[in-house]
């Protein structure tokens, strides 16, 4: 029964958004801290600010013995792993740029995760990431830069939401080769006909309605595994 909850992640489980002045902030009313009310949870959050599921990785294990009292832990990783160093694609447009996570370091960390939350005696869940708006962020990383440059690079902007779906995808199939229970909060984006009004002006952080939408998929999936163990 999904009772406690620990959670390792980046800003997005962290409730980080852009606010009116341009800052990143953390939000009071996050889908967290929502669920955490909403569901009568118990929840821990290790979720941080620019977290790579190799830093995941690590903060996991210095906690690792305390994750057998909790019912579930939840993952969420891939937005800032897909990222790239726009400074230095800015400036060398011709180079060849990965991202802050190869995709194929990205499944191998993740699955260590998966795997030493098994072993310390939970039970792993992942989170599917919400879509970017490939324009709003193209702007933003811009910023200060050559955007023709980076413009040359990617091709074209919608490049940003292909590369961003495709760790997104990996994390769903991880889910399901390692028999990992997925919460999909993509899709509640995805069915909106303008889910960009969920997010931020950057184009990658839920704002507080994109946090509200969260909380409704997640509290009715605790709803449904609480039923389920009842029954």
């Not at 832990?73 to 991202?99: I, M, R, Y």
């Not at 996570?101 to 039970?123: C, W």
């Not at 993509?186 to 990658?204: K, M, N, P, V």
Request: charge should be neutral.
């Amino acid at each position: 029964m999904a009772n406690s909850v620990c959670v390792f992640g980046d800003s997005l489980t962290k409730g980080v958004v852009l606010n009116q002045e341009k800052r990143y902030t953390v939000l009071r009313n996050s889908f967290a801290n929502m669920i955490k009310s909403s569901a009568n949870l118990a929840l821990r959050n290790y979720s941080r600010f620019g977290c790579t599921v190799s830093k995941g990785l690590d903060s996991l294990l210095k906690h690792l013995a305390e994750l057998k009292e909790y019912d579930y832990v939840a993952l969420e990783f891939g937005g800032n792993d897909c990222d790239f160093n726009w400074a230095e694609v800015s400036a060398e447009p011709d180079a060849e740029h990965l991202p802050k996570t190869p995709i194929d370091l990205f499944l191998n960390k993740y699955t260590q995760m998966i795997e030493a939350v098994k072993h310390a005696g939970s039970r792993p869940a992942l989170l599917s990431l919400p879509p970017v708006d490939a324009g709003r962020y193209f702007a933003w990383i811009s910023r200060g830069l050559n955007p023709a440059n980076i413009l040359k690079w990617l091709g074209d902007v919608e490049r940003i939401y292909r590369w961003h779906e495709m760790y997104n995808l990996a994390v769903c199939r991880l889910a399901r080769d390692t028999e990992t229970p997925l919460f999909d909060i993509s899709s509640a984006f995805l069915e909106r006909r303008h889910y960009q009004q969920f997010l931020c002006d950057d184009g990658i952080h839920p704002n507080e309605q994109g946090h509200r939408l969260i909380s409704g998929i997640l509290d009715e999936e605790i709803r449904r595994y609480r039923k389920e163990y009842a029954s």
